[in-house]
């Protein structure tokens, strides 16, 4: 696809992308924003119980877990 330059346009063409892309804009289904926060918080509960980001990792498995101290005397 071409890189149009918006400078080099005309009024008119500017006005006619602009009506193409309203067009296209229009044939989008919508949702509630109320109906799509139910269903987001619904999934991120689904997977509460394995997301790592809520329950933590465990020591056996943390990769960071520190193997050992530092004594500096």
């Given at each position: 696809?071409?890189v149009?330059n918006?400078d080099?346009?005309t009024?008119?063409?500017?006005?006619?992308?602009?009506?193409?892309?309203?067009?296209?804009?229009?044939k989008?289904?919508?949702?509630?924003?109320?109906?799509?926060?139910?269903?987001?918080q619904?999934?991120?509960?689904?997977?509460?119980?394995?997301?790592?980001?809520?329950?933590?990792?465990s020591?056996?498995?943390?990769?960071?877990?520190?193997?050992?101290?530092?004594?500096?005397?």
């Amino acid at each position: 696809m071409p890189v149009i330059n918006v400078d080099d346009l005309t009024d008119k063409d500017k006005a006619v992308m602009e009506v193409e892309q309203l067009r296209k804009e229009v044939k989008l289904e919508r949702a509630l924003v109320s109906k799509c926060c139910e269903e987001i918080q619904e999934y991120i509960l689904a997977g509460a119980d394995d997301d790592t980001l809520v329950k933590g990792i465990s020591e056996e498995k943390n990769p960071f877990k520190e193997k050992g101290g530092c004594v500096i005397s």
